[in-house]
Nanobody, 127 residues
């Protein structure tokens, strides 16, 4: 059972930046680099939505149209961590952010494709 734990959320002003981290633990086989990774978010009163995804080994990435050009997903396979760098934050970015992992080969953008979830971290953009 893979465990994911997000951190780095908080309160930030409009135009500010945050970097979210998601640490994977309890890994046996496959190793972390074999997992496709993604970030999703859920704003109050809304469905969970896709934010960013990265394939296993980091070969490819995909972003939601709402964050393209402002957010960057990256991974450090040696440390079992996936990051989400969020720049130029807007009030509509306020949400609980979740990381997810999947054993599928390619990218995944649907929550139904995730095999493991973190507990989420709150991001609030004020101003």
């Amino acid at each position: 059972q893979v465990r994911l734990a997000e951190s780095g959320g908080g309160l930030v002003q409009v135009g500010g930046a945050l970097r979210l981290s998601c640490l994977a633990s309890s890994l046996k086989t496959p190793t972390f680099d074999h997992y496709a990774l993604a970030w999703f978010r859920r704003a109050p009163g809304k469905e969970r939505e896709f934010v960013a995804a990265m394939s296993r080994y980091g070969d490819s990435r995909r972003y939601s149209e709402f964050v393209e050009g402002r957010f960057t997903i990256s991974r450090d396979d040696a440390k079992n961590i996936v990051f989400l760098q969020m720049n130029n934050l807007k009030p509509e970015d306020t949400a609980v952010y979740y990381c997810a992992a999947s054993e599928r080969f390619g990218l995944f953008v649907s929550p139904e494709s995730a095999d493991y979830w973190g507990q989420g971290t709150q991001v609030t953009v004020s101003g």
